[in-house]
């Protein structure tokens, strides 16, 4: 629902089906139903960049940084968002919906946004809720964060 890409500059603000708002709940269309479907688009979305460090506080280059939505929302993809660090350890998300989120970057994670990503699992993601960057977010708003790569690998685990 929401735009999607590197350089989304817009997000889905609302959706109403009739007297229905739909915005997270969806809807059927009725046969033969003259209800009015309104959709409002924002071109104010949120941003997030920042930077990932190892353990050992050394740019961690390549690797993938997760923004996941609260716990109210995770049910809907739509609201995920992923970027790659650089060979500085920098990255930058745009086109997010306003709202709270977590942001997470681990060294190994199975699947990506469009193949059953681990961190679409609430029951994987639950013993790294500890370690993830809160961050919430209005509209345009911009903010920087520094997060500290999670070790997945080599027997580490979310405790550690």
Do not use: C
Not at 91 to 100: A, L, M, Y
């Amino acid at each position: 629902m929401d735009s999607n890409g590197p350089e989304a500059n817009f997000y889905l603000k609302s959706a109403r089906y009739g007297p229905l708002t739909v915005r997270e709940s969806g809807f059927t269309i009725q046969v033969g139903s003259e209800l009015p479907l309104e959709i409002t688009l924002s071109t104010r979305p949120a941003q997030v960049n920042g930077v990932v460090l190892t353990s050992d506080s050394l740019p961690a280059a390549g690797e993938t940084v997760v923004l996941v939505p609260d716990a109210s929302r995770r049910s809907l993809r739509a609201y995920y968002k992923t970027a790659m660090t650089d060979q500085n350890g920098k990255f930058t998300i745009k086109g997010i919906t306003p709202g709270d989120y977590k942001l997470f970057s681990w060294d190994a994670v199975e699947g990506n946004e469009w193949n059953g990503a681990e961190w679409y699992d609430a029951e994987w993601l639950t013993p790294f809720e500890v370690k993830g960057e809160s961050v919430h977010l209005g509209e345009s708003d911009s903010k920087s964060v520094s997060l500290t790569l999670i070790e997945t690998t080599a027997g580490a685990t979310a405790a550690n």
